[in-house]
């Protein structure tokens, strides 16, 4: 007869750590599950984000394309500028002949009939 209580004693103590055990395996599983619910939500973002930046690499220039661009601007830049300073030199060059021939003109003038 005392075998029977010892028994339903260990029986009990299984019974109830079996349970303490499942508790705590099924609280396991819930936060794997959250943390797998977690780092999936997270990976999605990262990768529309990297779908994004290489959506956006699309638009950039390739700097194969952008060199003959700048060699064309360069030359630009350096027409315009000879054309400046073409401008300017008839700018002072038109005025200063201007006062040259008008100086001669009455220097001619006071001469020729004046005298």
């Known amino acids: 007869?005392?075998?029977v209580p010892l028994k339903?004693?260990?029986e009990r103590i299984?019974?109830?750590r079996g349970?303490?055990?499942?508790?705590?395996?099924?609280s396991s599983e819930k936060a794997l599950d959250a943390a797998t619910a977690a780092m999936n939500?997270?990976?999605?973002?990262?990768?529309e984000f990297r779908a994004q930046i290489l959506e956006?690499?699309?638009n950039y220039l390739r700097r194969d394309q952008l060199d003959p661009t700048l060699v064309r601007l360069k030359l630009l830049e350096e027409e315009v500028s000879e054309f400046s300073g073409r401008f300017w030199m008839l700018a002072f060059l038109i005025p200063t002949a201007v006062a040259v021939i008008i100086s001669l003109v009455v220097w001619?003038?006071?001469h020729l009939l004046g005298g």
Do not use: V
């Open 1 to 3: 007869m005392s075998d």
């Open 8 to 10: 339903d004693y260990i």
């Open 14 to 16: 299984l019974d109830e």
């Open 19 to 26: 349970a303490q055990h499942k508790a705590h395996w099924d």
């Open 41 to 47: 939500a997270r990976l999605e973002t990262m990768n």
């Open 56 to 58: 956006e690499r699309s």
């Open 108 to 110: 001619l003038g006071r």
